[in-house]
């Protein structure tokens, strides 16, 4: 357990110097505050979550980990990485945890701006159930979003660099903007996730996608998750 | 003596390109081994199968008695290694690179870090970005990563291609105190002769992905001797009779050449000269050269 510890805080201190990360902070943030203001609570958070689920999640999570993997090759560090008292497995489990970590304060960062922003503005009919409410949903769609980002990883790992994953992200984005409304959308992952939300508004359950469209969300993290562990493990790296 | 690298029949294919073949080879404890070959020989695919980068076609690598493919990540803390150019995050510096590492290999960071900056020198660049270094401090930079565990074993892929003399030297007693005094077994491949015959006690010397001859450091020390080379036009098991007569170690060479690596023999040529022209023998060539390792191995390499 303490190898993983080592490796998770020697992730971290990669990650938290880059400027991938800080770079996308501020992209989200940006992003975040042009598309402020509405009506209401529900229409202000509501255009930010809307935002962040088809477009903003997707790229920036995905970026993130198309960099922390894609750099070791990139950077030609990852020799370095392969015969060490850490198992490759748990290098790249750390990978994981720091950019799940690291996503997760993103998503707190943009929620909490565009609370602010919401104050400073002065939206009308502030209730903590909406703000909780809104919270909630952007929590999940972050979840969906870094289901979606095992493949990413995958990519990096097999094409030795950050540009053909960071490619992948943008063109997934593309066909689930493009099919999205189209009957193939519950069952294309990169859809799913703003599907869900335009469907969770008016649904009465908190899954108003059926069972299928959250089992491949799953089943096509654990393809990118084993896959990417694999590679490490198994693969000649010349 | 205890063996600590072994390898039976390493062989590695890529589809019908064979890169290595049959490679068998055993270090002992506190040796300095060797692998001398030319660029794209087989040295840094067979020191990526042993450090299990690699999997081999056939063959198996053991590094301290245990399989290197599938080991536990315990085998790994007992070996420290750097393969082909050394490269860090090129953004942290000489000083967070190391504790990078240091954490990863559960050492006292700040301890382990000034320790082995000290033992190679860097102690000035501690403070400089890598993507700042010369490449001779990156290349330090590297021995350090692989250092700085204190291992028991060193696998180095051209450790000091980079380095200016000092720090060739520098590296150099550093390797051989590790060896001597640590038993630290320490695995080399290069392709600069001269240093490794200044440094490893037993040379690999492997083509186009096969081991051709292991040499010792004496055998590669009478490598070194200056001799003396004559050649007679006819006669020549008579002159190099009447050369043993006259007190001079003769050896028989190739198309018929009498070599002698006595010192007075090298000192004096024209006495040789006189004892064969005064019996008659007449000389077709007299030559004092040092063959040395250079020769020897493009010889090797060329059959």
Known sequence: ???????????????????????????????????????????????????????????????????????????????????????????????????????????????????????????????????????????????????????????????????????????????????????????????????????????????????????????????GAAGTVSWWKRADQR | MQEIIRTESLTKRYGDYSVLQDISLNVYRGEIYGFLGLNGAGKTTTIRMLLGM??????????????????????????????????????????????????????????STEAVMDRLQLARYADTKAKNLSLGNAQKLGLAKAMIHNPSVLILDEPTNALDPAGIVHIRELLRHLAKEEGVTVFISSHILEEMSKLASRIGIIHGGTLLQEISSQQFEQLRRKRLTVKVREKGELASELLRQAGYATQIADEGRIEITDESAIRQPERIAKLLVGADLPLAELTVNEEGLESYFLQRVSQ
């Open chain 1, 1 to 223: 357990m303490r190898s993983l510890w080592n490796a998770v805080y020697v992730e971290n201190r990669k990650l938290s110097r880059s400027p991938v990360l800080w770079g996308m902070l501020v992209f989200l943030l940006f992003v975040t505050g042009i598309r402020s203001g509405g009506a209401d609570w529900n229409e202000h958070l509501g255009n930010m979550t809307f935002l962040f689920a088809s477009v903003f999640g997707l790229m920036g999570f995905g970026t993130m980990t198309a960099w922390v993997f894609g750099r070791e090759y990139a950077d030609r560090t990852v020799k370095d990485l392969l015969a060490l008292p850490v198992s490759r497995t748990r290098i790249v489990i750390a990978k994981g945890l720091v950019i799940v970590g690291w996503c997760l304060i993103a998503t707190l960062t943009i929620f909490g701006f565009s609370l602010l922003l919401g104050l400073l503005i002065g939206v009308t009919g502030l209730s903590w159930s909406i703000v909780a409410d809104q919270f909630g949903g952007l929590l999940l769609i972050a979840a969906f979003h870094l289901l979606l980002c095992s493949p990413v990883a995958l990519l990096a790992s097999i094409s030795r660099g950050y540009l053909v994953p960071i490619a992948y992200a943008f063109t997934t984005l593309m066909v689930a903007l493009t099919a999205g409304p189209t009957a193939l959308g519950a069952y294309l992952p990169w859809s799913i996730p703003a599907l869900h939300l335009s469907m969770s508004n008016t649904a009465a359950s908190a899954f108003p996608l059926g069972i299928a469209s959250y089992g491949i969300l799953i089943l096509l993290f654990g393809i």
């Open chain 2, 54 to 111: 690699i999997a081999p076609t056939s063959g198996e690598a053991h590094i301290n008695g245990q399989r290197v493919l599938g080991a536990k990540p315990d085998l790994w803390q007992q070996v420290g290694y750097m393969v082909e150019t050394p490269y860090a995050y090129p953004n942290f510096t000489v000083r967070e690179n190391l504790r990078l590492i240091a954490k990863l290999r559960g050492l006292p960071e700040k301890q």
